[in-house]
């Protein structure tokens, strides 16, 4: 007999909370987001589909794959990844899943995303971010980004906030610095980008839950 997933069909799609760095494209005509573990090789867009990290051709997620995008069901999971200490200024990203997904006790495995609102992590001084400097690394193609302080900024190339998002199609909210809550309770005074008209470390938090699930199912499927 083999193991049947219970299937969900929510009212609207599911949301989730992942740390990863901001990216712009070589030739300042993209930009992206690189994830913090694994899959950071492969930035991805603000709405894209998950890609087999191993060049395997199945549909993500798969059972017997650790691919896909992955999420944390909530703000303060993220948040609590975020202040660990070595990703403290990487950007909080809220994603709203989309397509085939499988839920974990802390988080999901999903095929498709969308990022709508991302929290610039704090500048290096520790004021908010106010501008995009260059992180000081990149992937091929690619330059990461690093929020910061208008001092600290002075004298570097910089991208504004609203140049970030009109790159990206003017779909992402852009919050400076790593506030509490979700964002659309996040409306306190401050700056903020809005969208105008116009997928690693989560990873390795789940990691030992799925090993542990995949193994599970695997004894289960081989049962008559």
Not at 37 to 44: F, K, L, S, V
Not at 130 to 141: A, I, N, S
Request: charged fraction near 25%; hydrophobic fraction near 40%; charge should be positive.
């Amino acid at each position: 007999m083999r193991l049947r997933l219970p299937r969900e069909r929510p009212a609207e799609p599911p949301r989730g909370y992942k740390l990863a760095n901001p990216v712009l494209s070589e030739d300042c005509g993209r930009i992206g987001f690189a994830g913090v573990a694994i899959g950071g090789a492969q930035p991805y867009g603000v709405v894209d589909e998950a890609r087999c990290m191993y060049g395997r051709r199945h549909r993500c997620p798969a059972l017997r794959c650790d691919c896909g995008f992955y999420c944390l069901h909530t703000f303060a999971q993220a948040l609590a990844l975020a202040r660990a200490g070595t990703h403290r200024r990487a950007a909080i990203l809220e994603v709203t899943v989309l397509g085939a997904y499988i839920r974990f006790e802390r988080g999901m495995r999903y095929a498709r995303q969308r990022v709508r609102v991302a929290r610039i992590g704090p500048c290096g001084c520790g004021l908010p971010p106010e501008v995009f400097v260059d992180g000081g690394w990149g992937r091929t193609g690619w330059r990461a980004l690093s929020g910061a302080c208008r001092g600290c900024a002075a004298g570097r190339d910089q991208v504004s906030f609203e140049d970030f998002v009109r790159i990206g199609g003017g779909r992402l909210r852009l919050l400076p610095g790593h506030r509490d809550g979700p964002a659309d309770a996040a409306a306190a005074p401050g700056p903020a980008v809005r969208g105008v008209p116009g997928p690693g470390a989560e990873a390795g938090v789940m990691q030992a839950r799925l090993d542990r699930f995949q193994r599970q199912l695997g004894r289960l499927s081989g049962e008559v």
